[in-house]
C-alpha cells in the first residue's frame, strides 16, 4: 500500500494546534478594506477553527 499524501494546497492553507485543532485565516481580507468598518476588519483578522465534517475531511487531506 503507498503511502498518504499531504494535500499541499491544505497544508498550506490550515495549522494544526499544539491541542490538535486545526486553524485557519477568514476570508474577505485582501482587498477592498476601506469600506469595510474597523470592527470587521478586526474579525476579519483573527483565525478560525475548523469543526465539524469539513474537519475530518481536512485531518484525511493533511494525513493526520
Do not use: D, E
Not at 470592527?39 to 487531506?61: D, F, H, L, Y
Amino acid at each position: 500500500m503507498p503511502k498518504m499524501k499531504t494535500h499541499k494546497g491544505t497544508a498550506k492553507r490550515i495549522k494544526l494546534t499544539s491541542t490538535g485543532k486545526l486553524t485557519r485565516q477568514r476570508a474577505f481580507g485582501n482587498h477592498m478594506l476601506q469600506k469595510k468598518s474597523k470592527s470587521r476588519k478586526r474579525a476579519i483578522n483573527t483565525t478560525a477553527i475548523v469543526t465539524g465534517g469539513m474537519a475530518k475531511k481536512v485531518k484525511r487531506a493533511l494525513g493526520i
